[in-house]
C-alpha cells in the first residue's frame, strides 16, 4: 500500500501566485546561511528571519506569523520537536517542518505527533527542503525518504468510538488518507473544490483527535476504522 505520507520529492511544480513566507530556526550560521540562500534564491519562497533558540523562535513566529518555520532538531535552550505544540499556539496557522541531521522513524512519529508536517535531513539536497517546503505550506506533508516506516506503528491510538462521529464523506477522505492520497488528489478523486477537500482532512484530525495526517491514519488503524 502506499505510504499515508508524502515522502517530499526533488521538486514540486509552484502554486500560481503562492508567496510562502518562512522563519527559519537554525543556530549554525553557516548552515543557516546556506539553508537562507537556497530558499530566497526562488520567487516563491521568502525567508522573513532567523532565530537562534527555541525563545527566539517562539517569540519570532508570533511576530512574523509565517507560513512555514523550518526548524532545526537541536537548539541551544531545547529540543525543536518538544517545542512545536507550543510554537504551533504562539502562531496559529504556522506549519512546521523540522530540519535534522539524523532521524529515524520513531522521530518522524515524534514529529507528526507534536503536530509537525514533516521531517527533512540535512544531508538530503536543497531541493528536497525547498519541495518540502511547498508541500506543507499547501497543507500536505513532507518527510524525507525512509522516515515513514515503522512510523505508524509507534504513534499512540485512542479508544474511545471515533468512528462513531465521522459522516459518510469524512469516512470516504479517511479512506482516501490511508490510501495514501493528498489533499489534492482527495479533492480530485471527491470531485470538490481544493479548499472543501482540506475542510474535510481538517474535520477528520479532528474528529479522531490527531494533529497530522499521519497520526490520523495511525489511529484510524489502530481502532479498526481502515483495514
Do not use: F
Not at 543556530?27 to 528571519?49: F, N, P
Not at 508570533?62 to 537541536?74: K, N, T
Not at 522521530?107 to 525547498?130: C, F, M, R, T, W
Amino acid at each position: 500500500m502506499p505510504s499515508p505520507l508524502q515522502t517530499a520529492p526533488d521538486t514540486v511544480p509552484r502554486t500560481a501566485g503562492m508567496h510562502i513566507t518562512i522563519l527559519l530556526v537554525e543556530d549554525h550560521d553557516m548552515v543557516a546561511e546556506a539553508i537562507w540562500l537556497a530558499l530566497d534564491r526562488t520567487d516563491d519562497l521568502e525567508v522573513v528571519g532567523r532565530s537562534l533558540s527555541v525563545k527566539d523562535a517562539l517569540a519570532d513566529a508570533a511576530r512574523l506569523r509565517p507560513a512555514v518555520v523550518v526548524l532545526d532538531r537541536r537548539l541551544p535552550d531545547g529540543d525543536g520537536i518538544a517545542a512545536i505544540p507550543t510554537l504551533k499556539a504562539a502562531a496559529p496557522g504556522t506549519r512546521v517542518l523540522v530540519l535534522t541531521g539524523e532521524a529515524t522513524p520513531a522521530v518522524a512519529a515524534d514529529v507528526a505527533g507534536a503536530g509537525g508536517s514533516g521531517l527533512i535531513l540535512k544531508v538530503g539536497n536543497l531541493g528536497e527542503l525547498q519541495a518540502g517546503v511547498r508541500l506543507v505550506a499547501a497543507g500536505e506533508v513532507a518527510y524525507s525518504k525512509g522516515l515513514l516506516s515503522g512510523a505508524l506503528d509507534r504513534l499512540t491510538g485512542r479508544t474511545a468510538d471515533l468512528g462513531a462521529t465521522l459522516t459518510p464523506r469524512e469516512r470516504e477522505t479517511l479512506g482516501l488518507l490511508g490510501d495514501g492520497l493528498g489533499t489534492a488528489e482527495i479533492s480530485q478523486r471527491l470531485g470538490v473544490a481544493l479548499n472543501t477537500a482540506r475542510n474535510h482532512v481538517q474535520r477528520v484530525l479532528g474528529k479522531l483527535g490527531a494533529r497530522s495526517q499521519l497520526e490520523a491514519v495511525a489511529v484510524a488503524r489502530r481502532e479498526g476504522l481502515l483495514r
